[in-house]
């Protein structure tokens, strides 16, 4: 009696917790039909989120609904909302098809996405009553294609149908040296179809229809750069050069490839050079391109603009007497140092001198350098030819040349600023070109004493006094000097030997070296002693013939 009374119980506990659970089941399914619009809206946003975060590849943006071509491995999210709502995935089979939940399968084979969502919203309303009924692409599908010829590694590779031409090629590897990037062919095997690949209108006129998405199958085939068919551009654009030839490149293609015109552009009289059809001629004509100028990338029509054909050339020449941005740099002990702009042929020295506010107390006058920047580019033939000879190769002549040249201070020129100072007439205030550079030193009231001296360092600088005083100042000789090899530099690079210098002052900046003794080595010696040793037996031996002879 017990034990049935039990078993009552526990029958009737689960049927009041079905009873429970049935409610919350009504309840929930209440709350779902009643959903609104916003809350599928959010559905949407998360989905987008989780598409984002599936895909391998980055998207360049948003996809296209009316070019974007189904197939299978692409996965659909549809929801429907009615008096019963459900959200469920659909991918597209092998076959190309969709299979819908309880309203059968459509087929989206080369459909586009917009084609795709129409025919499955439609078979969806033939089997639900439903209110609302969203259909978002949830995952893009992955395939493999082709890139072969002129590339680093032709390969199968996957990619998707949101990525271009461009970015298969990458993934093999990318463009070699020799590689065409203007006649390459897109091979679409389903159909086909050869579709033209141009990455030079891409990348630098943002031509889309340039660089197509890709479908699986697909077959990229990039051939040897074609340096046979070409056409030039040269003069006042941003970036003149020779770009590959295809059918269809027009003048105004051309200067769009080289950026556009640049401010100096004398576009009254373009000179336009084709050659004649035997090809040994060059016919040229001249072309007013000034309505260019403002509408060149407007994507407007251009008026008077044709069809090239290869090896056309085209030269935009430069404003007659354009004023060139020249400037020289002015630095160190000025008031206002820095670049400054300059007139060809009418600023000279002292004019930017002033422009720069003058030379401050501290100024080393007779120290400051003046460096002809273009003259640096100036090649010596002779010194390349000399640099490829060893030391033991060259002539006296040769190598006393090559060791001069080789320490040269490139552009420095011989420029004396106190004539300048004291009168802007003096041949010294010569104009000044583009890249000049002046440069006035701190004042040095010091004399640099180094080498073989008992205290090396700097000496306070006093008027009057010789290279001996400062040695004494520094301590004197210190051991195995070199006393008679001592020299004196000079701050803008002059060089002397200190006891062949007659009546010559130390100025401030001068540095005084005494080098250190050479090594005699035991041969040095003994061929030394030897050379004496012979001398003396030859003079000995000459003594006694001469006394021989005055015995007899």
Do not use: C
Not at 78 to 92: D, L, N
Not at 128 to 150: C, M, P, Q, T
Not at 361 to 371: L, R, V
């Amino acid at each position: 009696m017990k034990k049935t009374l039990f078993v009552s119980f526990i029958f009737i506990m689960l049927f009041l917790a079905f009873g429970e659970l049935s409610s919350q089941i009504k309840k929930e399914k209440g709350r779902l039909s009643g959903a609104t619009k916003d809350a599928i809206d959010t559905l949407a946003v998360q989905n987008a989120q989780m598409i984002v975060k599936e895909n391998k590849g980055l998207l360049e943006r948003e996809i296209n609904p009316k070019t974007y071509i189904m197939g299978p491995g692409d996965n659909f999210l549809i929801s429907i909302i009615g008096t019963e709502s459900v959200i469920f995935e659909a991918p597209v089979s092998p076959e190309g098809k969709v299979l819908i939940k309880g309203a059968g399968a459509v087929d989206v084979r080369n459909k586009t996405l917009s084609e795709a969502v129409e025919l499955i919203t439609r078979q969806i309303r033939l089997f639900y009553k439903a209110g609302n009924i969203d259909v978002v692409l949830r995952e893009i599908r992955e395939f493999k294609v082709i890139v072969s010829g002129k590339v680093a590694k032709p390969i199968s590779v996957s990619a998707t149908a949101a990525d271009r031409v461009s970015e298969a090629i990458e993934k093999a590897g990318g463009l070699q040296f020799e590689s065409s990037e203007r006649n390459i062919s897109l091979i679409r095997r389903e159909t086909n179809e050869i579709i033209p690949v141009d990455l030079v209108k891409f990348f630098m006129l943002s031509d889309e229809k340039s660089n197509p998405t890709l479908l699986g199958g697909d077959l990229i085939r990039i051939p040897p750069k074609n340096e046979v068919d070409l056409v030039e551009i040269y003069g006042e654009v941003y970036d003149p050069g020779i770009f590959e030839f295809v059918k269809g490149d027009s003048l105004s293609t051309l200067i769009k490839f080289s950026q556009g015109f640049l401010n100096s552009a004398f576009l009254d009289s373009v000179e336009f050079a084709r050659k004649d059809e035997t090809g040994d001629n060059l016919v040229k004509r001249y072309i007013n391109l000034n309505s260019w100028k403002d509408k060149l990338f407007s994507g407007e029509p251009l008026p008077g603009d044709f069809a090239l054909m290869p090896n056309d050339r085209v030269y935009i020449r430069k404003f007659p007497h354009w004023l060139e941005n020249d400037y020289v740099i002015v630095l160190g002990e000025v008031k206002y140092p820095g670049k400054y702009a300059i007139r060809k042929d009418q600023d000279r020295i002292s004019d930017v001198i002033k422009r720069a506010g003058g030379f401050t107390d501290k100024a080393e006058i007779q120290n400051i350098e003046f460096i002809r920047q273009i003259d640096q580019k100036i090649k010596d033939p002779e010194i390349e030819r000399l640099s490829r000879l060893v030391p033991s190769e060259m002539s006296v002549s040769e190598l006393r040349y090559f060791q001069i040249k080789i320490n040269e201070k490139k552009g420095g020129m011989a420029i004396d600023f106190r004539n300048i100072i004291k009168d802007e007439k003096s041949d010294d205030n010569i104009f000044v070109m583009n890249l000049d550079s002046v440069i006035v030193p701190t004042q040095n009231l010091f004399v640099n004493v180094q080498g073989r001296v008992n205290r090396p360092g700097k000496v306070r600088y006093k008027e009057g006094l010789n290279y001996m005083d400062y040695i004494n100042l520094a301590g004197g000789f210190a051991f195995r000097a070199d006393i008679d090899e001592t020299f004196i530099n000079k701050p803008l690079g002059g060089q002397f030997l200190a006891s062949k210098i007659e009546d010559y002052v130390i100025e401030p900046g001068d540095a005084v070296l005494v080098p250190t003794q050479k090594d005699v080595t035991f041969m040095e010696t003994f061929t030394l002693v030897l050379t004496i040793a012979t001398q003396l037996v030859t003079i000995a031996g000459v003594i006694i013939a001469i006394m021989n002879i005055r015995g007899n």
